[in-house]
């Protein structure tokens, strides 16, 4: 069975940092993409970052360019998530996904992973910016 399970979050002030973590089991996680999204109350699930299978590329919405860093270890099947400069923006629940194919969606302003066709996902880690 294939299985995501994220932790790191909580609740942090204005500028501060988290490190999020996402574990796979039941699976290797170097046959797959990863894809960070979050949802925050009231809106859609956004598209955060993600990585490719060796880690060579990697993806980011404009909202976080500059402040998240995606990465993943293999040999430890797990992947991660470095926040910085967070910020109320950013509140949201956090999930990792996995996929076997991605398809790229170029904009004006960013190129991430479209969020469909995952192969698994966490239940999710929530993120609270306040002052």
């Known amino acids: 069975q294939l299985q995501l399970v994220e932790s790191g979050g909580g609740s942090v002030q204005p500028g501060e940092s988290l490190r999020l973590s996402c574990v796979a089991s039941g699976f290797t996680l170097d046959s797959y993409y990863i894809i960070w999204f979050r949802q925050a109350p009231g809106k859609e699930r956004e598209g955060v970052s993600c990585?490719?299978?060796?880690?060579?590329?990697?993806y980011y919405a404009a909202s976080v360019k500059g402040r998240f860093t995606i990465s993943r270890d293999n040999p430890k099947n797990t992947a991660y998530l470095q926040m910085d400069s967070l910020n109320a923006e950013d509140t949201a629940i956090y999930y990792c996904?996995?996929?076997?194919?991605?398809?790229?969606?170029?904009?004006?302003?960013?190129?991430?992973?479209?969020?469909?066709?995952?192969?698994?996902w966490g239940q999710g880690t929530q993120v609270t910016v306040s002052a």
């Open positions: 990585i490719e299978k060796t880690g060579t590329n990697t």
């Open positions: 996904a996995a996929a076997s194919r991605v398809r790229l969606l170029t904009t004006n302003v960013q190129t991430m992973c479209k969020l469909e066709d995952f192969d698994a």
